[in-house]
């Protein structure tokens, strides 16, 4: 087998297919939830004319026989936003009900159920006016059981097309190859709507296989040649299907796995599970144990968080024109020179950005090579103690928001040169470059920041990134204007 090192340009391609797959999947998110968005609206639209504007208004109280559309706007506002909430809920957007038309449409009825029961309670506890018609949200239940079902069978015969259902499957990367697992594989590889394919295996660390594997499955390395092979980008996910393995050696794939931004998911034997407090899924027949499932893995939270940034970046950059103008000014006069620094620092999936910051200390600050912040740093200028207290000379990252290479809420980014051997010394240390950094975070706001344990650092970002939600974020923001631990 070639050495997988042997030429790093052939990086590229494979993370730029990786890229293009991941970016693939979050616009056909994005189109079936706006089509679904359409298609609720204009079934609610239909229902309303449909029972006021035919024979059916002579059913029901008279006031209802003048209703026009605008009488009720507000409840159809309700109903499709209610409709379109109850049917993320159902997790009708996920990658496996967009490749299964059974999961979809199993999702669309009981979100249609939970949304009559909901909508119809709703508009009676708000005091609607005019009170809604339960023929009205019969004929719109109808409709709705009629129209998704429908335009999402016509998305489905799209997307099961080989060329676009192959950007909806990850590529898996085998470790041993097992009796169980092989039977599995002969069931999930003919599925449409099986969620991965294998690209390879490879060896364990005995180097036998249970059974052998078969001859159209390529060997592509051996134990030792993991993590080469993770860095040149050949898979998105790593299967254990060797029930041999000790729980040492699990522990070092799924290390290796994390420093290197891969899912890891294991085949567990009926008997033996070594991992607990992961995600469980059925794939072929088979249980699956994975790290896999974070809130903004999900694209509509995705989409939330950065609309929430470009608002808040809009904003900031607002705000932030006259404080810039006033301490540049009085950076220039302490020392003179130019009033903003550029930084390289490490981003989301590991991609270097410029953070653009406030100048803070004297001019050529690190002649003597890069180092780490300190309390009552000597290399400060007196305005810029002020600032780093205050976050002042965070101000223009705002740019980097906008810019899309960093959040207003979440780890904050190191500086490459900093941090090349974390991810080898540090346990779970690259897995908080899963989302982006952000301007202020949750280790931030808890005193950890500048020269302060890196272990504890990350055990903060790590439980920001599993507990994300809008309001957490919200509340980050609030305290990065309160609490001052940390500050130089």
Not at 240 to 257: P, T, W
Request: with cysteine; aromatic share 8%; net charge positive.
């Amino acid at each position: 087998m070639s050495n997988p090192h042997h030429s790093i340009g052939k990086q590229l391609p494979l993370r730029q297919t990786a890229s293009t797959s991941k970016a693939n999947y979050h616009r056909l998110v994005v189109g079936a939830f706006v089509t679904d968005l359409l298609a609720v609206t204009f079934a609610l639209l239909a229902a309303q004319w449909i029972r006021f504007e035919t024979p059916l208004a002579n059913l029901g109280v008279k006031a209802e026989e003048s209703m026009v559309m605008m009488d009720y706007f507000g409840h159809i506002v309700l109903g499709v936003a209610l409709m379109m909430a109850v049917l993320v809920n159902f997790h009708v957007y996920s990658r496996e009900s967009l490749l299964s038309i059974t999961k979809t449409m199993r999702g669309i009825v009981k979100a249609s159920m939970v949304w009559i029961l909901a909508y119809l309670a709703l508009t009676l506890f708000l005091k609607f006016d005019p009170p809604i018609s339960r023929v009205y949200c019969g004929v719109g239940l109808a409709l709705m059981l009629t129209v998704l079902p429908l335009w999402r069978g016509i998305l489905w015969r799209v997307i099961s097309r080989e060329e676009n259902s192959k950007s909806l499957r990850q590529r898996a990367l085998v470790v041993g190859w097992s009796k169980d697992f092989a039977h599995a594989v002969e069931t999930f590889t003919q599925a449409e709507d099986r969620p991965f394919d294998i690209v390879g295996v490879i060896t364990p660390p005995d180097g036998e296989f249970e059974i052998p594997v078969p001859s159209h499955m390529p060997v592509m390395g051996s134990y030792e040649s993991l993590e080469a092979l993770l860095q040149l980008g050949v898979c998105q996910i790593v299967v254990v299907a060797d029930n041999g393995l000790k729980s040492a050696r699990l522990m070092q794939i799924a290390s290796v796995c994390e420093k290197e931004m891969v899912e890891f998911k294991l085949v567990p034997t009926c008997f033996r599970v070594l991992l607990s407090g992961l995600h469980l899924e059925s794939v072929g027949g088979i249980p699956i144990l994975g790290i896999s499932k974070l809130p903004l893995h999900s694209t509509l939270n995705q989409l939330l968080k950065r609309a929430v940034d470009i608002a808040g970046g809009l904003v900031g950059c607002l705000l932030a024109a006259p404080v810039i103008a006033i301490f540049g000014i009085m950076i220039y006069r302490e020392s003179p020179g130019p009033i903003f620094y550029r930084q390289r620092r490490l981003g989301a999936n590991g991609k270097c950005f410029d953070m653009v910051k406030l100048r803070s200390m004297k001019l050529n600050a690190e002649k003597g090579g890069v180092g780490w912040t300190v309390k009552n740093d000597p290399r400060c200028l007196k305005v810029g103690a002020f600032m780093r207290k205050w976050n002042v000379d965070e101000i223009p990252q705002f740019w980097n928001v906008l810019n899309g290479d960093m959040s207003l809420v979440g780890p904050r980014p190191e500086r490459p040169e900093l941090i090349e051997d974390f991810k080898e010394e540090i346990p779970h240390y690259n897995a908080r470059h899963n989302i982006k950094p952000g301007i202020t975070g949750w280790a931030q706001v808890n005193g950890l920041r500048g020269d302060t344990d890196l272990s504890e650092r990350v055990r903060y970002d790590l439980h920001y990134i599993e507990n994300w939600n809008v309001i957490f974020d919200f509340q980050i923001m609030a305290l990065t204007f309160i609490k001052r631990e940390g500050a130089c």
